[in-house]
Structure formats: structure tokens, C-alpha cells
């Protein structure tokens, strides 16, 4: 329907602007935290222990972090809250709108698993909730005190989420669900630990009572935790425009490979800000992400990139490429289409004549051979053959 197009784009244009707001603010803060300085001693006499100063939009900022608070809370305190909120508040609609009411089209692929809509929105909710508990429940145990051992659960963690996600649904909806995975981590430090630890701290000094030291290092632990989180977070927000990752035989692997070497990355920026400059994390980076590029797509150029016709095979002729791609494809890319999920052409691909075709040929092409994410969930059944026979044509009239 028109309208939940609609809605749909208000909501993830919202939301990718509440999630700019909230990542943005991570970023800053752990820049800030990273980057303060000993202060002078007159600051310090007033329980400052950290001083910076920047510039920007032209002025100069004073920014000052207290061992454990002011003399008195100011009247205006900013919280930075509702950044987090909003964005989990917004990315949950989406899900619901997008993979839970549109299951059929989105989340369910029964050539993986065969599931009712109803078993479907029960398991993806019981993956992001389960998933979210056990990770708040190793966080108050004693894993917590060791980053490495912590970080080696949370790996483990993810990559059970994801194969197990990738053995119930469609490539596309597994990878939305482990970005709701950590997004609802992400939004629960924020509810469950950062909000709490902030609240009795700023009571503590309004009631001039002592603040406890371990309630800021807790929230602290959490927003470090965010922080690493951020890249994997937004790689998966950004997944579904590339089929060659989600539809991989290893989309998991996949999934995780590309998490690890973002937060890897991240980490060199968290030491930077902490004037430790280690460019061989970001090569090291830099190298595992080419790799994994490798590891994904090379084979399908080795095997695609040859002329696929030998001499003496029989040449594929336009009239049967048109004869399936009308078999297969113009049911959605229509401009007016019979199935029923997309009253409009989706993209605004339509096939109906040659001509709309032709134009669009090299994306035809790898979406059904390379990538072989079209037709859509395959719903309409398109066989092997079928695609090498498009795949021959297409190369056949390359020049
Ligand atoms: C069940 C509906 C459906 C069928 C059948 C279908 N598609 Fe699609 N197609 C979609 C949707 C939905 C999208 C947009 C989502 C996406 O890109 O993942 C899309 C996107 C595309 C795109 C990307 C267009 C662009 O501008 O980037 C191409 C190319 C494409 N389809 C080709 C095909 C071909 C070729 C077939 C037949 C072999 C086919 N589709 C069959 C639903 C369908």
C-alpha cells in the first residue's frame, strides 16, 4: 500500500537521523573522555580532573569533567537520552513494519526455513530479547572485570545470534536482526545501567552524600561497550543493499567477520584519541576487510568473468531471455504488477517491454547470476538453468 510507504520513510528517515544524533554523541563523548588533560591546580582544588579546550563554530569551549560532581547540581543538566531512545524507539517500528507485517516478503525465505508468520516474529523477538538478557547478565558478573575475556563472550554471543538467525530467515532478515540484537543491547546499557548509575549519582549531590566511584566506572563500562558497537551497528543498517553479504553460503561468518574488523578499527580510534597513535590497527584493518572482500566475491568472479559460450553451444537467443524474464521477474517489475507485496514496481524497475529491459541489462544480469538475489526470495521459482541462460545472453552481447 502507498501510504505505508510512506510511513515507512518517515520512520527511517527519523530514524536515521535520531541514530546520527545518538552515535554522534558517543563518538564526542569518548573523544572527550579520551582527549581531557590534567588540569591546573586552582581547577583541580574544585575537584575538576580532567580540562579541555576546543574551538569550533567559532568559539572557544571550556569543558571541565569532575572527579565525582559539583558543589551543587546546576539548574539545566543535559542528559543525552532520548538520543538513544528515539533511535530504538524508531528502528523498532521499522522492524515491525518492514520484516514483521511484510514476514512473507522479507523475513521468511521458505527455501531456508518454512515458518508461519506468527513463529517467525516470536523467534526474532526471542532472539533480540534472549540475546540482550544474557549479555546484561554477563555484565553484572565477574566477566565484566576483564575487557578481553568480555569481549570474547560477547564475539561468542554474536556469532550464536547469527547462525542461528541465518538458519531460521532470509539472509536480509537475520542481518536486520542481529542489528536489533545490538541496537537493544546498545538501548539497554543506556536504560538499565548509565541511566540508574547517572540518577543516584546526581542525587548523591544533591543529598551532599558521598558519590560512589564504582557507579560512573560501571556506566562508563557500558558506553565503552556502545562505542565499540557503533560500526557493526551501522555496517548491518546499511547491509541490505548488498546481497553479495547477506546471501553468502557463509552470510554468518560474513556477519561476524565484518563486525570484528569495524570494531577493530574502532579501537584505533579510541587509542588516537588517547594520543597512542598505532597505525597498524588500521592497516591490519584495512587488510582483513580486503580480505574478506576477497574471500566473498572472488570466487564468483573467477567463475562468471569467462566467456560463457564455447565453440559449437548452441547461442541463446533474446526471445527466450524475454520469454523468462516475463516467466519470472514482471509479476513485480510491472508497471502494473500481479503480486500482491508490491502494489508499485519495487525501484521503479519495470520489464514489461524489451526496451525497459535493455537499459538495465547489467543489473539484470547480477542480480540473477551474481548475486542470484532476484527474483525476490526467488519466489517465482527460477531455476539454474534459467539463470545461466540469461547470464549466456548477457555475455554473449556484451560488446
Ligand atoms: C516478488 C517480487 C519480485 C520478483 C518476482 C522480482 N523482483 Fe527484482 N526486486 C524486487 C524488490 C522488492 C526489489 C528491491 C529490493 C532490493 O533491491 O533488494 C527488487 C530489485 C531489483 C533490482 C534492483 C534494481 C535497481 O535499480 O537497483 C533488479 C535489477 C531486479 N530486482 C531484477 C529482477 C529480475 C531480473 C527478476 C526476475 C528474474 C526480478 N527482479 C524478480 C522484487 C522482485
Redesign the pocket.
Known amino acids: 500500500m502507498v501510504w505505508m510507504d510512506w510511513v515507512s520513510l518517515f520512520i527511517r528517515w527519523f530514524h536515521v537521523i535520531a541514530g546520527v544524533a545518538w552515535i554522534g554523541a558517543s563518538f564526542y563523548f569518548i573523544w572527550l573522555d579520551n582527549n581531557l588533560q590534567q588540569p591546573p591546580e586552582w581547577k583541580k582544588n574544585k575537584g575538576i580532573k580532567g580540562d579541555l579546550w576546543a574551538v569550533h563554530g567559532g568559539g572557544f569551549y571550556e569543558v571541565a569533567k569532575y572527579q565525582y560532581g559539583p558543589e551543587k547540581i546546576p539548574e539545566t543538566l543535559h542528559w543525552f537520552k532520548w538520543e538513544a531512545y528515539t533511535t530504538w524507539i524508531s528502528g523498532f517500528s521499522l522492524l515491525i513494519l518492514v520484516y514483521y507485517f511484510g514476514a512473507s ?1 522479507f523475513l521468511i525465505d521458505p527455501n531456508i526455513m518454512e515458518l508461519t508468520q506468527s513463529q517467525a516474529v516470536l523467534m526474532g523477538l526471542g532472539l533480540i530479547f534472549g540475546g540482550m538478557l544474557m549479555y546484561e547478565v554477563a555484565c553484572r558478573s565477574p566477566l565484566a572485570k576483564s575487557p578481553l575475556l568480555f569481549a570474547i563472550f560477547l564475539l561468542i554471543l554474536l556469532t550464536v545470534a547469527a547462525w542461528l538467525a541465518t538458519q531460521w530467515f532470509s539472509g ?1 532478515g537475520a542481518y536486520i536482526h542481529i542489528g536489533a540484537l545490538i541496537g537493544t543491547i546498545m538501548v539497554a546499557n543506556v536504560f538499565l545501567q548509565i541511566m540508574p548509575s547517572q540518577r543516584a549519582m546526581v542525587d548523591a549531590v544533591k543529598n551532599k552524600q558521598e558519590v560512589d566511584p564504582s557507579w560512573g566506572e560501571k556506566a562508563k563500562l557500558r558506553s565503552v561497550h556502545n562505542n565499540y558497537l557503533t560500526l557493526p551497528i551501522l555496517f548491518i543498517m546499511i547491509s ?2 548488498y ?1 553479495m553479504t547477506y546471501l553468502h553460503e557463509q552470510n554468518w561468518l560474513v556477519l561476524i567477520a565484518l563486525c570484528v574488523v569495524s570494531a577493530w578499527i574502532r579501537h584505533f580510534f579510541n587509542l588516537k584519541h588517547l594520543g597512542v597513535f598505532k597505525p597498524s590497527i588500521l592497516i591490519s584493518g584495512a587488510v582483513a576487510m580486503l580480505a574478506i572482500a576477497i574471500w566473498v566475491s572472488a570466487p564468483n568472479i573467477l567463475t562468471t568473468s569467462e566467456p560463457q559460450t564455447k565453440q559449437g553451444t548452441e547461442l541463446v537467443s533474446q526471445s527466450q531471455v524475454k520469454q ?2 516475463d516467466s ?6 510491472s508497471k502494473t ?1 500481479t ?1 500482491p ?2 502494489p508499485s514496481p ?4 519495470v ?1 514489461d517491454d524489451w526496451k525497459d529491459v535493455e537499459n ?1 541489462l547489467s ?2 544480469y ?3 547470476f551474481v548475486t542470484r ?5 526467488n ?2 521459482q ?1 531455476t539454474n538453468e ?1 539463470r545461466k541462460l ?1 547470464a549466456d545472453w548477457y555475455l554473449q552481447n556484451l560488446n
Open positions: 516478503a536480509r541490505n543493499h546481497p523468462v524474464l519470472h521477474c514482471v509479476s513485480c517489475h504488477p503480486d507485496m508490491f519495487p525501484l521503479g524497475l520489464m538495465k543489473v539484470i547480477q542480480r540473477v538475489d532476484m527474483p525476490f526470495l519466489k517465482t527460477m534459467e540469461v
